[in-house]
């Protein structure tokens, strides 16, 4: 769908084809278009890095810093759900994605004309996208990942057994023995291991069946499902009505991902008019408006300033200040019981359990993501300090070892998609096939070896603390000696300033 009126202002002009992404129909009428224009310059939405991808060139590998920074793992994790969700269209209407904006850039090489890369580098636009989102759209968004790739019961199956292993230590050392007798409990733990596992199990099945159900009742129903012709994409109404409702869903994900770009594709597209080009725009039917809106009034553009760089979250995170609490608790813990008089063999033996349980969980678990041994062992060794600061997660120190044995780029999210496209693979060959790419080990190192470090955390306050704690009364006795440090505390403070 092109712009029958190109604006112009005296020195150039701009005409915008507006396409579907996944449209055989958008691919003639790009190569048509540039036929009959003969522009100075074709401009189509890509940046440098999709662009050498679309060419078939191998992008290059991203660097640890930049990949490991902040969030930037979740990042990749939205942009591959949106990356798959475009290549199954394009599996759907038999198109590769992206074949409208090759169609532009091979039609301005095949006729020996100028062209621009005008879109935003995917690496800042994912970043600020993320950013702009709120904790409970990522989590809805990247939960919709693994829903796109395997039904929801298997889904919620996976969640809820997984939540019970982990909530069913509390559960059970909070309500006591629920299954086995008391007088068949290990004396001296706070939780029986058999009870324990059985209490996750049940716990996990009730949790699954719970999501699964609300998974399912998520989905639309067959009949509400509408077919609808791939050319009414690139229709204003449709692509309109659809860009509402992700608004809906994330206004400011949708800031960062449509209007921003909007404004950072006209900003490029005035500059080549104001250079006297006559361009044809090649872009995506719901960047359209937003982009002609601009070429029309440029005097409404905001600063280029505003639309590039690193976009920080907000400064106050609760998040934060729990990984603060959970550090001066943990400092807390060591300080009053040294205060209260205890041993420092007790002292060291706690420590001592406390590191080889967070090391032996984290680094087993890394493994499993298909961890070199070297990772696997860095994200074991730091992991006790980690566990009591969640702002410094082990998986983050393991993947940082793994990346010198990993080639990651974002052509990797490419990859992924066509391994996930064969839904016939038998689960344990595609999870080898999916740890031998780069990007999904890096993921899955760093998010086991962290799930290591949870478990294992709970573990040590649940069952391993109440069995060293034994010969002082108990978790009871090391909550009398907090008490007794923290007066012995309180007294040495006051007798200093007094």
Sequence with gaps: MSDPAATTDAEGSVRVVGTAHVSPESVGEVEETIREERPDVVAVELDEGRFRQLKGEEPDDLAAGDLLRGNTVFQFLAYWMLSYVQTRLGDEFDITPGADMLAGVETAEELGLGLALVDRDIQMTVQRFWARMTAGEKFSMLLSL??????????????????????????????????????????????????????????????????????????????????FDIADMTDTDVVSTMLEEFRGFSPGGAEALIDERDAFIAHRLVALRAGGHRVVAVLGAGHMEGVERYLENPETLPPMESLVGHESGRRFSP???????????????????????????????????????????SATLARLGGAHWTSALVGGAVAWLTSVNPLLAPGWFAGYVELRYLDVNVGDVGTLNEILSDEETPMGELWTQLKAVGLFRLIAVVALTNVGSIVASFLFAAVVLPVLASGVGGVGGVADLMVEGARNSADLIWGTVT
Excluded: C, H, Q
């Design 319 to 361: 998040y934060k200040v729990v990984g603060y609490l959970i550090t001066l608790g943990f400092l807390a813990f060591f300080v009053l019981l040294a205060m209260a008089g205890a041993r420092n063999e007790f002292l060291l033996t706690l420590f001592g359990a406390w590191f080889l349980i967070n090391g032996v969980f």
């Design 146 to 227: 693994p829903l796109a790739f395997a039904s929801p019961i298997a889904v919620g199956l996976g969640i809820g057994l997984s939540l019970g292993v982990v909530l069913g230590i509390p559960v059970e050392a909070f309500f006591g023995p629920l299954v086995v007798p008391p007088a068949l409990a290990i004396p001296g733990l706070a939780v029986s291991i058999l009870d324990y596992t059985l209490v996750a199990i049940v716990l996990g099945l009730g949790l699954a069946a719970v999501l699964s159900l609300a998974f399912v009742w998520s989905l639309p129903e067959e009949d509400e499902v509408e077919e």
